[in-house]
Antibody, heavy 120, light 106 residues
C-alpha cells in the first residue's frame, strides 16, 4: 500500500526558509508526479508545484520566485523549500501523488498533512 | 488562472437523502474536472476524476456529471460517513485550482 508522510518543523520564523520532506513508501517514484499543496482558512486549497522524474518541475506562478521542489529517488522522498516566509504562508502542507492517466490528471494519494506556523 | 466557484457553500441533509452540488469554472473545461472529499482532520480524498470516473474504492452512490462550465456532484442515499467538505479541482492548466468547498452537514 502506497503511503506518503510529511515531516519537518512546525514553526518557522518570518523571513526564514520553510523546509519539508515527503517520504514515499510502497511505490517507485519513477513515472509519477510528486506534488506539494497547502491549505489555509484564508486561501483554501492551493497547489504549490510538482516534480517529475527528478529534473522536471513546475510551480504555481504566485510562489515561483520562492519555491523549490526536488526529489531523491534513491531515498524515496521529495522535498519542498519555501523561502522568505511570512504569516501568509501559515498553512497545513500536504504532499500528494499526481497521476497522468490518458486524458486525465489528478491527485490520487495524499499525505496526512503537517501544520506549519510562521511566527517569531 | 482558472477560478472555481462551488455552490452552495453549505448544505444540510439527512441520512438517506440525495444531494447535488455544483462547480462552475471561469473557463470551459473538457474532462479536466476532479472531485475530492475531505473529512474533518483528514487530507482530501479523490472521489471522481475526469468529470465522471469513479476512483477505485469509491462507492457507486457518488456520481459526477457536466461539461463546459457547469459540473455536478451527486450523492445518492447519503451515509453518515459522507458528511464532509467536497472540493472540485480543475486539471486543465496550472495553477491547478480548487473551489472553496461545499460543506455537507447533517
Amino acid at each position: 500500500q502506497v503511503q506518503l508522510q510529511e515531516s519537518g518543523p512546525g514553526l518557522v520564523k518570518p523571513s526564514e526558509t520553510l523546509s519539508l520532506t515527503c517520504s514515499v513508501s510502497g511505490d517507485s517514484m519513477t513515472g509519477h508526479f510528486w506534488i506539494w499543496l497547502r491549505q489555509s482558512p484564508e486561501k483554501g486549497l492551493e497547489w504549490i508545484g510538482y516534480v517529475y522524474n527528478t529534473w522536471t518541475t513546475y510551480y504555481n506562478p504566485s510562489l515561483k520566485s520562492r519555491v523549490t521542489i526536488s526529489m531523491e529517488t534513491s531515498n524515496n522522498h521529495f522535498s519542498l523549500s519555501l523561502n522568505s516566509v511570512t504569516a501568509a504562508d501559515t498553512a497545513v502542507y500536504f504532499c500528494a501523488r499526481g497521476i497522468n492517466n490518458g486524458p486525465y490528471w489528478y491527485f490520487d494519494l495524499w499525505g496526512r498533512g503537517t501544520l506549519v506556523t510562521v511566527s517569531s | 488562472d482558472i477560478q472555481m466557484t462551488q455552490s452552495p457553500s453549505s448544505l444540510s441533509a439527512s441520512v438517506g437523502d440525495r444531494v447535488t452540488m455544483t462547480c462552475r469554472p471561469s473557463q470551459s473545461l473538457n474532462t479536466d474536472l476532479n472531485w475530492y472529499q475531505q473529512r474533518q482532520g483528514e487530507p482530501p480524498n479523490l472521489l471522481i476524476y475526469g468529470v465522471s470516473n469513479l476512483q477505485s474504492g469509491v462507492p457507486s452512490r457518488f456520481a459526477g456529471s457536466g461539461s463546459g462550465t457547469d459540473f455536478t456532484l451527486t450523492i445518492n442515499s447519503l451515509q453518515p460517513e459522507d458528511f464532509a467538505v467536497y472540493y472540485c479541482q480543475q486539471s486543465k492548466s496550472a495553477p491547478y485550482s480548487f473551489g472553496q468547498g461545499t460543506r455537507l452537514e447533517i
